[in-house]
């Protein structure tokens, strides 16, 4: 492995196959862990999939009012939704209202606003809803109130959707990499990639189960960009491998990746960090609808930079032996 | 050197022009940004037609617009999305719940005449729903009342629980364990409106043969009715109906999207001729709300296939608020950090690029007002990502010239090599990114949409500002020899040392 060759061979500072060992035994323990997480979350009966489907997904509607009042009125969830159960919903002629008994309620900001998920509504019933909340957690802000509904057809082409898009995109990456590269490249690329969603889907599995937390659409965009990035990052490396061929071609595979992955490193590392810190800006002053977006983005792009510098270039002497 | 100068003019003018379409259009921002509501409305098969085309999408579009028209609504948009949706925005707009009713029924009017000889069953009928309908209204909860001064309405007619219990068994409907008197008075009004059409012979006027609708206040009662003007066809066509049952105890039913709302005899003193004129009136016992709503549908036309809303997103204009300032400023501050990273690490060149980054933030506004883009959520985000590729893209250049730098290479031969060296990678990763965009903008929905368009436009932006902007502003400041320093561009101790002593003298 480390034979002396005739040509003065550039001595890299650091050589990623003296660590190789530790970067696959990280990433095969936290592959497995995210498996696991998954698993456990499609055997959870309240879940009954690898990740918690949020509204986007599932469809219903989702309420959230924001009260007009400081100090509010104390206000429990329990509260609220023995009132819902015991509202009388207006329908269309000749259909039966959903029954709010199922409601899920959550109390935010210390009882200032409430979080409601219901069943299906139109739009007059869940202005009923609002009308009711208004008369027993009122006075209302009603510049804060936001209600989302999603038909339960429209959540499953969303899912539909966006996995498709995904599966796509793979496709047209390796189909490029293929043709500029080669076909192990290729596979290597696309293995990072599913190293690197498989990870973030598996932190989200375990927040789902430990936290509750959901994945909406916007989790859906997020692992799209960690692929996209994922592969970017890899490819560098590559370019590097490919372009050395000429001078160092002799050398053993492995000690061209310990050079290429020596030279990129810098700019790999540097990359990650500037794109990591719009993104830490994003979780500590982004709104809170951007917040587990900007967690998962940052997650995924670690673990991107992990891939792309531990296994894409360490797994290639492996692979192309045979 | 020429060249350098007519690249920088390019991007003079490119600056400027940005700078005028920013401050003449402004940014549209989207209803996650701004609040109001957003409906989108599935357009769903009927009857022969087994998939929705474009051409009926159109259809449904232009029926649509003419009832939003009617509502008064301002500044809504209508558009279409994929082959079977349609989306409406009404910015601004809290309470989306008016418009959801006008647009989500189908609106498909039909007069028809009772069949001979079903006399009996149909007071029966009528009776029963007349009864459930009086108990079901004064149940529900108050509406809040359109005319303060009407008189509150007459106490029900009373339906005991036995009588509603043998109604509902004559009919044979099985009511459900458990429900409630409320469900069981729907169930039984659907029965008998199922039954009720069941006794009406086929449409002999529609929608189609009206040429206006309006609105007024029944003579007497408190109600509100419906006013039809038909065309001549139409006209004619009403007379003959009534004509056919005038002094009959048959009934003219009035029949809206397969729900008959109105039933009407007609006197024995239109036995000769019908009723002519070319007009009729509804009277449903509508209040003022609903008889506005059905006014516009009517005016609208029925709508060629159904609609079925799937997805309704209000947002309160202030949590929009939060989301934009909370958004920018994160947004910001992340760049500011990015500046100060490059300046410190890189140097001159780090400079140049913090200003070459400037520029494509402002070029990539300028083709959002330009397209126009609107900006969402997402959008935003994906505006964020492609600054990082951006950045990427300088990183990988200035790497490219400290390494032939360090490796003893001249100051402008370095930058040269640095930058023709960085291309392959940067094309690659680009191009990747690309073919992400093109996946997500043209299978995905929505929000992914918004986000592949900001990141397409940020990648191809970030193409020509890495690799014209930063090249020429940095190539113009090398034409000064006092910046032509290699220490400008890393540190003195990284140099071989040969080029240390003869780099002083500012070599070309």
Known sequence: MTAMTSPPAPSP????????????????????????GLALCWLNPSIGAPLRPGLDFTGGTQVQVERDCSPCKP????????????????????EVAPSLGSASVQVLDGGRSLLLRLPALDADQSKAVIDDLATRVGPLLSSGTSVNTIGPTLGSRLLQGSLVSLLVSFAGIAVYITFSYSGIFAGLALLCLAHDVLITCGLFAWLGLLQGIEVDSLFAVSLITVAGYSVTDTVVVYDRIREQRRTLGDLPLVEQVDVAVDATLTRSLYTSFTTLLPLVALIFFGGSTLFWFAVALTVGIAVGSWSSIGLAPTLLPVFSKR | MGR????FALILALTIASGALLANYGLQLGLDLRGGSQLTLQVMPAGAITRVDTEQLEAVKDVLERRINGLGVAESTLQAVGSDQLVLQLPGEQDPSQAARVLGSTALLEFRAQKPGTEQEMQGLLGLKRQAESVLRSKRPPIALDDPTATPPPPPSSLSAEDLAKALTSLGIK????????????LLLRETNRRILALYGPPLITGKDLTSA?????????????TLGFNREGGEKFAALTQSIAGTNRVLGIVLDGRSISEASVGEQFKVAGITGGSASIT???????????????????LPLPVKIVEVRTVGPSLGAENIRSSLVAGLSGLALVAVFMAVVYRLPGMVAVVALSLYALFNLAIYALIPVTLTLPGIAGFILSVGMA??????????????LRAGNT??????????????????GHVTGLISCAALFFLGTGLVKGFAVTLAIGLVLSLFTALTCTRTLLRLLMSYPALRRPTYFLPARQLPPARTAAAQPGVA
Request: aromatic share 6%; with cysteine; proline share 2%.
């Open chain 1, 75 to 94: 206000v429990t969830a329990a509260e609220v939704r023995e009132g819902l159960a015991a509202l009388a919903l207006p329908s269309p002629e000749g």
């Open chain 2, 214 to 226: 309006g609105r007024q206040q029944q003579a007497t009662g408190t109600g509100w009715e419906v």
């Open chain 2, 175 to 186: 009511v459900p364990a458990g429900a409630s008197e409320v469900d069981q008075l729907e």
């Open chain 1, 13 to 36: 500072r650091f050589r990623i196959s003296r660590h190789r060992r530790l970067a696959w035994v990280g990433s095969i323990l936290a592959c497995s862990l995210s498996v696991l």
């Open chain 2, 4 to 7: 350098q100068q007519g690249w």
């Open chain 2, 284 to 302: 449903g016992n509508f209040s003022a709300e609903e008889a506005r709503d059905l006014e516009v549908q009517l005016r609208g036309g029925s």
């Open chain 2, 411 to 428: 100051l402008i031969r370095s930058i040269d090599t640095g930058f023709s060296l960085a291309l392959s990678s940067i094309i690659d």
């Open chain 2, 391 to 404: 950045v990427d893209a300088n990183v990988l250049i200035f790497e490219r010239i400290k390494e032939e």
